[in-house]
């Protein structure tokens, strides 16, 4: 039971961090029909963003406490991120907007690799860790353990999915958001800045994977190789919940949690897991493609 | 005995009703016109004939064959053919592949025959390119075969869409607002074509048209459909005069 | 149908081609034959006169023309996105290989391995075309971005599949295949592949294929049975990227299933972007630049990864269908497809016209 437990919140760690990336996902598919491959990689660079920040303010020149280094690091990286995603769209996919829409799915895929290849060329291959901003804290509760770290992973992922599902149910920009994502011919008409929202949707995109990235970077380490894995579980995370549905990415991001932590559990080899995370996807797109919270889509013809 | 025969076709999108309990028999050799108000659910018939879309309810019969359930390409083969509201030709392939693409069911050789090009490979491509070329003379295409589909102008673009449907060999065809777009001389011009071809491939014509000087000169007969009903039913000259057609219709558009 | 022009040569080139634009029909006939074995014979020369790197590097450039060219099949002539072509070869590879390094041996055929070889390979290409049916049947009910992904998880589940079969060795990988892949067999594979797609290409298929990529609907409507052609080109395109499969894991001699990752599909992918969609002639360019190209890019070192994935962006935004994007080399058209050939039956159809009794009426005022 003890060890149920245990897992339970292993999952919900790593599900938090597959949700927030999931997030980004969904959120440009929802505005621009894109599936944006070089979300996996943009997380990435947003953990390494977060190592040399991190490093940089945890040096003990500067002595500054953890809680603000943390803090500190993770807005930054949050900061770098976006202007990274935005410019990419700039650059690489508002091009193609008029393009098929299979031009911008394979520039979406060569701009990850672009990304994955050029850390490689200058950081290098080696596997690094982020400073330790809290000293780790273990407690025990009814002979279940967890650490300080685990609960900032899980409560900070929950207020991050919560502020933004406030940011597009109730304010204006994610009013305007949902117009640009119904019906982009329009939506310019009602006085909606169509290229800002877009922009708006990739920043807040790419911000909230690098919450997941320092998060991230918090337990596991940082390679240039990391945005491939974790990216893809985080995309069929977003599709599994339904492919433009927010609170769909967020679901489907614990589900694939769960998937991940409880397959080793059940199938005796842990290298099984990609596999049954694929073959649900498989399975997924074939009987119930619009995921589990989506609505399927009428073809006109 | 009727070449086409429905009975209570219904359809529903989610919850909108867009066809309601449609009753039509098509004689062999008949031309017959569908008119109505956008959204009245013609364009739906078509895609319900035609297999595009599964029927709620309803049952449709073309030479005893029941038609659904079964595929597009089933229903194509079985000898029915149409074209679309808007064009839809390949614009990218040649004029000629066009027509050729829709020999494709009653093309019979295999894979392999075609990768290790089999007699039988050769003989049938020969007979599909001569006989596609052959139909494009007929149509007045045949200067343009070689020319992409997209490049042709609007009015042989519409009549291509036409030989396109008549390569497949139809015994019934369905025509969306052919009319679409055309001006008044173009639309002399296609009234000729479809008397023509009903003629000279001895077709029943089904048609879907806004233009009321097309519906009125050459359809035998008319049915108007509203919000997916059908309200009236008979001879241009009945539908003039009929009072309903007149309010749901006739009364927001000017007769051309 | 354009024909690549290269100004510089028009002096030189022009002559020529009009004298043997002369040559009756009977002699000309043969100049592809004869092109076609003199070439082989230069492969199968080849060792004696090319260092083993460049012998390397052609047979390189052979496979990448076989993988290219069958997944043009499906992105280009067909307008569907996969990125799982790697996953097919991986099954061809390790089919292939488990055949040249266990089978044949226990059978105490090792001595006749040479010639088995080309049977290793086509049941591993028949082994990795049944597989292509696991994307044919989704391909009916999705397309698109969806199917894109179909193709994906597909890759990865042939790479996690392979890892977690110990018999073949795992992510370690499998290896003792000898070094069967030479520059002759690889030519004779890419002449062969090249043909076979050709013919497939200007088939009633052939034209199924591209009309779904123009219109799946009105493809149905004008008769095409959508799903056995998607069956035969998934079928078909996965069958050839067995074959590659097969000829690198008896080159590299050194399998393992990381080999045939998302990376190893998206080479491809720029191979067929690059060289131009819907054309093998655009395909044998593409990979042989693409491969080239990296190899002679060698000196910076993992600098050179930057460059596919750049250039496919690039690609994408500026010239979007590749060099050679919907055009065809003339001396891949079918002879009965050349334009000459339409002209002078069309020509046999104006004269009979008067045969028939009437004609469409063509209305002057129709432009």
Same mark, same amino acid.
């Given at each position: 039971?003890?060890?149920?437990?245990?897992?339970?919140?292993?999952?919900?760690?790593?599900?938090?961090?597959?949700?927030?990336?999931?997030l980004?996902?969904?959120?440009?598919?929802?505005?621009? =029909?894109?599936?944006?491959?070089?979300h996996?990689?943009?997380?990435?660079?947003?953990?390494?963003?977060?190592?040399?920040? %991190?490093?940089?303010?945890?040096?003990?020149?500067?002595?500054?406490p953890?809680?603000v280094?943390?803090?500190?690091?993770?807005?930054?990286?949050?900061?770098?991120?976006?202007?990274l995603?935005?410019?990419i769209? =700039?650059?690489?996919?508002?091009?193609?907007?008029?393009?098929? /829409?299979?031009?911008a799915?394979?520039?979406?895929?060569?701009?990850g690799?672009?990304?994955?290849?050029?850390t490689?060329?200058?950081? %290098?291959?080696?596997? =690094?860790?982020?400073?330790r901003?809290?000293s780790?804290?273990?407690?025990?509760?009814?002979?279940?353990?967890?650490?300080?770290i685990?609960?900032?992973?899980?409560?900070?992922?929950?207020?991050?999915?919560l502020?933004?599902?406030?940011i597009?149910? =109730?304010?204006?920009v994610?009013?305007?958001?949902r117009?640009?994502?119904?019906?982009?011919s329009?939506?310019?008409?009602?006085?909606?800045?169509?290229?800002?929202?877009i922009?708006?949707?990739?920043?807040?995109?790419?911000?909230?994977?690098?919450? %997941?990235?320092?998060?991230?970077?918090?337990?596991?380490?940082?390679?240039?190789?990391?945005?491939? /894995?974790?990216?893809w579980?985080?995309?069929i995370?977003?599709?599994?919940g339904g492919?433009?549905?927010?609170?769909?990415?967020?679901?489907g991001?614990y589900?694939?949690g769960?998937?991940e932590?409880?397959?080793?559990?059940i199938?005796?080899?842990?290298?099984?897991?990609?596999?049954?995370?694929?073959?649900?996807?498989?399975l997924?797109?074939?009987?119930?493609?619009?995921?589990?919270?989506?609505?399927?889509?009428?073809?006109?013809? | 005995?009727?070449?086409?025969?429905?009975?209570?076709?219904?359809?529903?999108?989610?919850?909108?009703?867009?066809?309601?309990?449609?009753?039509?028999?098509?004689?062999?050799?008949?031309?017959?016109?569908?008119i109505?108000?956008?959204?009245?659910?013609?364009? !739906?018939?078509?895609?319900?004939?035609t297999?595009?879309?599964?029927?709620?309810e309803?049952?449709?019969?073309?030479?005893?064959?029941?038609?659904?359930g079964?595929?597009?390409?089933?229903?194509?083969?079985?000898?029915?053919?149409? !074209?679309?509201?808007?064009?839809?030709l390949?614009?990218?392939?040649?004029?000629l592949?066009?027509?050729?693409?829709?020999?494709?069911?009653r !093309?019979? $050789?295999?894979?392999?025959?075609?990768?290790?090009?089999?007699?039988?490979?050769?003989?049938?491509?020969?007979e599909?390119r001569?006989?596609?070329?052959?139909?494009?003379?007929?149509?007045?295409?045949?200067?343009?075969a070689?020319?992409?589909?997209?490049?042709?102008? $609007?009015?042989? &673009?519409?009549?291509?869409?036409?030989?396109?449907?008549?390569?497949?060999?139809?015994?019934?065809l369905l025509?969306?607002?052919?009319?679409?777009?055309?001006?008044?001389?173009?639309?002399?011009?296609?009234?000729?074509?479809?008397?023509?071809?009903?003629?000279r491939?001895?077709?029943?014509i089904?048609?879907?048209?806004?233009?009321?000087?097309?519906v009125?000169g050459?359809?035998?007969?008319?049915?108007?459909?509203?919000?997916?009903?059908?309200?009236?039913?008979?001879?241009?000259a009945?539908? &003039?005069?009929?009072?309903?057609v007149?309010?749901?219709?006739l009364?927001?558009?000017?007769?051309? | 149908?354009?024909?690549?022009?290269f100004?510089?040569l028009?002096?030189?080139?022009? *002559?020529?081609?009009?004298a043997?634009?002369?040559l009756?029909?009977?002699?000309?006939?043969?100049?592809?034959?004869?092109?076609?074995? @003199?070439?082989?014979?230069?492969?199968?020369?080849?060792?004696?006169?090319?260092?083993?790197?460049?012998?390397?590097?052609?047979?390189?450039?052979?496979?990448?023309?076989?993988?290219?060219?069958? +997944?043009?099949?499906?992105?280009?002539?067909?307008? #569907?996105?996969?990125?799982?072509?790697?996953?097919?070869?991986?099954v061809?590879?390790?089919?292939?290989?488990?055949?040249?390094?266990?089978?044949?041996?226990?059978?105490?055929?090792?001595?006749?391995?040479?010639? @088995?070889?080309?049977?290793?390979?086509?049941?591993g290409?028949?082994?990795a075309?049944?597989?292509?049916?696991v994307?044919?049947?989704?391909?009916?009910?999705?397309?698109?971005?969806?199917?894109?992904?179909?193709?994906?998880?597909?890759?990865?589940?042939?790479?996690?599949? @392979?890892?977690?079969?110990?018999?073949?060795?795992?992510?370690?990988?499998?290896?003792?295949?000898?070094?069967l892949?030479?520059?002759?067999?690889?030519?004779?594979?890419?002449?062969?592949?090249?043909?076979?797609?050709?013919?497939?290409?200007?088939?009633?298929?052939?034209?199924?294929?591209?009309?779904i990529?123009?219109?799946?609907?009105?493809?149905?409507?004008?008769?095409?049975?959508?799903?056995?052609?998607?069956?035969?080109?998934?079928?078909?395109?996965a069958?050839?990227?067995?074959?590659?499969?097969g000829l690198?894991a008896?080159?590299?001699?050194?399998?393992?299933?990381?080999?045939?990752?998302? +990376?190893?599909?998206?080479?491809?992918?720029?191979m067929?972007?690059?060289?131009?969609?819907?054309?093998?002639?655009?395909?044998?360019?593409?990979?042989?630049?693409?491969t080239?190209?990296?190899?002679?890019?060698? *000196? @910076?070192?993992v600098w050179?990864?930057?460059?596919?994935?750049?250039?496919?962006?690039?690609?994408?935004?500026?010239? *979007?269908?590749?060099?050679?994007?919907?055009?065809?080399?003339?001396?891949?058209?079918?002879?009965? #497809?050349?334009? #000459?050939?339409?002209?002078a039956?069309?020509?046999r159809?104006?004269?009979?016209? #008067?045969?028939?009794?009437?004609t469409a009426?063509?209305?002057?005022?129709?432009?």
């Amino acid at each position: 039971m003890q060890t149920l437990i245990q897992q339970v919140l292993n999952a919900l760690q790593l599900g938090s961090v597959y949700a927030l990336i999931a997030l980004g996902y969904t959120m440009v598919y929802g505005i621009i =029909r894109l599936i944006n491959f070089a979300h996996g990689d943009i997380f990435m660079v947003s953990t390494y963003v977060a190592f040399f920040i %991190g490093t940089a303010l945890m040096s003990h020149a500067l002595r500054l406490p953890g809680i603000v280094a943390f803090g500190l690091t993770m807005a930054a990286a949050m900061m770098v991120t976006a202007l990274l995603a935005v410019l990419i769209e =700039r650059f690489a996919y508002k091009p193609l907007r008029q393009a098929p /829409r299979v031009s911008a799915v394979i520039t979406a895929l060569g701009v990850g690799l672009f990304l994955e290849n050029f850390t490689l060329a200058t950081i %290098g291959p080696d596997p =690094r860790f982020l400073p330790r901003f809290f000293s780790v804290q273990t407690f025990t509760v009814g002979g279940v353990a967890f650490s300080n770290i685990q609960i900032i992973i899980i409560a900070v992922s929950a207020a991050v999915m919560l502020l933004l599902d406030t940011i597009v149910r =109730r304010t204006m920009v994610g009013m305007a958001m949902r117009a640009v994502s119904w019906d982009k011919s329009t939506a310019p008409l009602m006085g909606v800045p169509v290229d800002s929202i877009i922009s708006i949707t990739f920043a807040i995109g790419a911000s909230i994977a690098a919450v %997941g990235g320092t998060l991230f970077g918090m337990v596991y380490t940082v390679d240039p190789y990391m945005g491939i /894995r974790i990216g893809w579980w985080a995309f069929i995370s977003a599709v599994v919940g339904g492919i433009g549905n927010i609170r769909g990415a967020m679901v489907g991001g614990y589900i694939l949690g769960f998937v991940e932590i409880f397959t080793p559990v059940i199938l005796p080899a842990s290298t099984y897991r990609d596999f049954v995370a694929f073959s649900m996807l498989l399975l997924l797109l074939i009987f119930r493609p619009y995921g589990i919270l989506g609505r399927p889509v009428a073809q006109k013809v | 005995m009727p070449i086409l025969r429905i009975r209570g076709l219904t359809h529903y999108f989610g919850g909108l009703r867009a066809v309601h309990d449609f009753h039509l028999d098509l004689e062999p050799g008949e031309l017959v016109g569908i008119i109505g108000p956008n959204g009245a659910g013609k364009t !739906t018939v078509f895609n319900l004939i035609t297999g595009v879309y599964r029927p709620t309810e309803g049952e449709i019969f073309f030479n005893g064959h029941n038609l659904v359930g079964k595929r597009p390409d089933q229903i194509v083969s079985l000898g029915i053919a149409r !074209t679309f509201q808007t064009i839809r030709l390949f614009k990218e392939l040649t004029v000629l592949d066009n027509v050729r693409i829709a020999h494709f069911a009653r !093309t019979r $050789y295999g894979v392999m025959s075609a990768m290790f090009r089999l007699p039988q490979y050769v003989r049938e491509e020969a007979e599909i390119r001569e006989r596609a070329l052959e139909l494009l003379d007929l149509m007045g295409l045949l200067e343009q075969a070689n020319w992409v589909a997209s490049s042709l102008p $609007y009015g042989l &673009q519409r009549r291509l869409e036409i030989a396109r449907a008549l390569a497949t060999e139809p015994r019934l065809l369905l025509l969306d607002e052919p009319a679409a777009g055309m001006n008044p001389g173009e639309i002399a011009d296609l009234m000729e074509l479809i008397q023509w071809i009903r003629r000279r491939f001895d077709l029943t014509i089904l048609l879907i048209e806004h233009q009321m000087r097309v519906v009125m000169g050459i359809c035998e007969r008319i049915k108007v459909l509203d919000f997916g009903e059908t309200i009236a039913e008979g001879t241009p000259a009945e539908i &003039q005069s009929n009072p309903r057609v007149i309010e749901a219709y006739l009364g927001e558009e000017a007769i051309a | 149908m354009k024909r690549p022009s290269f100004s510089f040569l028009t002096p030189v080139l022009t *002559p020529v081609r009009v004298a043997y634009a002369s040559l009756p029909f009977s002699v000309r006939r043969w100049t592809m034959p004869i092109l076609l074995v @003199l070439f082989f014979v230069v492969a199968l020369l080849s060792p004696s006169f090319i260092n083993l790197y460049w012998q390397q590097v052609l047979i390189y450039v052979g496979i990448n023309i076989i993988l290219t060219a069958s +997944l043009n099949l499906v992105n280009g002539y067909m307008g #569907e996105f996969s990125v799982g072509h790697a996953g097919f070869m991986a099954v061809g590879a390790y089919v292939a290989s488990i055949l040249t390094v266990w089978v044949f041996p226990r059978w105490g055929l090792e001595a006749y391995i040479a010639y @088995l070889f080309p049977i290793a390979l086509l049941v591993g290409g028949l082994a990795a075309g049944l597989t292509g049916l696991v994307i044919a049947f989704p391909s009916f009910r999705t397309r698109g971005d969806y199917l894109a992904i179909v193709t994906l998880a597909w890759n990865m589940i042939v790479k996690s599949v @392979l890892e977690n079969i110990d018999a073949i060795g795992g992510p370690r990988g499998f290896m003792g295949m000898q070094k069967l892949t030479s520059v002759a067999w690889v030519y004779v594979w890419v002449v062969f592949t090249i043909y076979l797609l050709r013919n497939l290409v200007y088939s009633n298929f052939g034209r199924g294929t591209l009309s779904i990529r123009e219109d799946e609907i009105a493809s149905s409507l004008v008769s095409v049975d959508t799903r056995k052609v998607k069956i035969t080109v998934f079928v078909v395109a996965a069958f050839f990227a067995g074959i590659a499969g097969g000829l690198f894991a008896h080159i590299i001699q050194f399998i393992n299933p990381r080999s045939f990752s998302i +990376l190893k599909s998206t080479d491809v992918l720029v191979m067929v972007y690059l060289g131009g969609i819907s054309s093998l002639g655009g395909s044998i360019l593409g990979a042989t630049v693409y491969t080239v190209l990296l190899e002679l890019l060698r *000196p @910076l070192q993992v600098w050179r990864w930057v460059v596919g994935p750049l250039l496919l962006v690039l690609l994408m935004i500026f010239r *979007p269908r590749g060099i050679m994007g919907m055009q065809e080399w003339p001396f891949l058209i079918p002879r009965e #497809e050349r334009a #000459e050939r339409v002209a002078a039956l069309m020509e046999r159809i104006r004269g009979r016209r #008067e045969a028939f009794a009437a004609t469409a009426p063509v209305g002057g005022s129709s432009d």
